[in-house]
């Protein structure tokens, strides 16, 4: 079972330059999540989705987009990338609320 | 709002020592805790979870929490720690005011020495 799967693994961008991160799952699971984490800061919760065509905000939304046209795919956007981006970013997806996170393997991004 | 609080960022301890990582959350309603570990390198994974019902919980592999909703505390405790416990240990919590949405503490950094 493949169960999340994250792309890329790592990325390097310049200051200004966009890019997506990919979130697949294959657990037909409703609910999915992209978090981001610092040291020293935890999991800070970026979006969130409940479902296909629905999406909230999370913590700290400022300079991300989301979609969910699928209840398999939950790409996180970054349009004009800024340093205080650079961060491992994870994605996750649950069945419902009061179900356990399952995690991909994160993406590691560095901007400069 | 929903916030959960991990009052320790590190704990060192000795092998076969008993540990105990505290958190504390806010929530005014019904509320489900959760606690994951972080190996170096990986993903989050589940250890344990409270839902509903008895308020002690365990895992497979020795810890234990309970939830404590006077004084709004989950700790996680293990009686005798081993190498393989060095790892990061996060506190997570959903409610219905939260959207359902889960939210985790900083992180504490479980450190088991020889």
């Known amino acids: 079972n493949a169960g999340v799967t994250q792309t890329p693994k790592f990325r390097i961008l310049k200051i200004g330059q966009s890019m997506t991160l990919q979130c697949t799952q294959d657990m037909n699971h409703n609910y999915m999540y992209w978090y981001r984490q610092d040291p020293g800061m935890g999991l800070k919760l970026i979006y969130y989705?409940?479902?296909?065509?629905?999406?909230d905000k999370g913590e700290v939304p400022n300079g991300y987009n989301v979609s969910r046209s699928t209840t398999e795919d939950f790409p996180l956007r970054l349009e004009l990338a800024a340093p205080s981006q650079t961060s491992v970013y994870f994605c996750?997806?649950?069945?419902?609320?009061?179900?356990?996170?399952?995690f991909g393997n994160g993406t590691r991004l560095t901007v400069t | 709002a929903q916030s959960v609080t991990q009052l320790d960022s590190q704990v060192p301890v000795f092998e076969e020592a008993p540990v105990e990582l505290r958190c504390n959350y806010s929530?005014?309603?019904?509320?489900?805790l959760f606690w994951y570990v972080q190996y170096p390198n990986q993903g989050l994974q589940l250890l344990l979870k409270y839902l509903s019902g008895s308020t002690l919980v365990e895992s497979i592999n020795g810890f234990e929490a309970e939830f404590n909703k006077s004084q709004t505390s989950f700790h996680l405790r293990k009686p005798s720690v081993h190498i393989s416990d060095t790892a990061e240990y996060f506190c997570?919590?959903?409610?219905?005011?939260?959207?359902?949405?889960?939210?985790f503490g900083a992180g504490t950094r479980l450190f088991v020495k020889a």
């Open positions: 997570a919590v959903s409610d219905r005011t939260g959207g359902f949405k889960t939210i």
């Open positions: 929530s005014s309603v019904s509320v489900y």
């Open positions: 996750a997806s649950s069945k419902g609320a009061d179900s356990p996170l399952h």
């Open positions: 989705s409940v479902g296909a065509g629905i999406t």
